[in-house]
């Protein structure tokens, strides 16, 4: 079963920047699309992108376009999140998440990682 792994959160100031990274061990990763959502304070999980499998397609949540890219290293097994020109909005905790199906639905996404905090102050 695949294992995924959250780094990179932290405490950053509005207009700053983060990368985000997610480890894949274990399992049967082929074929795999990636997601990353975020739960804000007192609030659901949202969707925030996706890439598919050969990195080749990718999508975002409106509110992230222009200052976030998802980008996979498969010699790596890593998923990232490159963050710029964050907001106070941005505050949530992101999860990544590994599914078999093209979509944005967090129902498709069967494995998810334990999370990590993004705080931006501002």
């Known amino acids: 079963q695949v294992h995924l792994v959250e780094s990179g959160g932290g405490l950053v100031q509005t207009g700053g920047s983060l990368r985000l990274s997610c480890a894949a061990s274990g399992g049967t990763q082929r074929g795999y699309v990636m997601g990353w959502f975020r739960q804000p304070p007192g609030e659901e999980r949202e969707f925030v992108a996706r890439?598919?499998?050969?990195?080749?397609?990718?999508d975002y949540a409106d509110s992230v376009k222009g200052r976030f890219t998802i980008s996979r290293d498969h010699a790596k097994n890593t998923v990232y999140l490159t963050m710029n020109s964050l907001k106070y909005e941005d505050t949530a905790v992101y999860y990544c998440a590994a599914g078999s199906l093209w979509s944005a639905s967090e129902s498709v996404f069967h494995t998810w990682g334990q999370g990590t905090q993004v705080t931006v102050s501002s």
């Open positions: 890439i598919s499998w050969s990195g080749s397609n990718t």
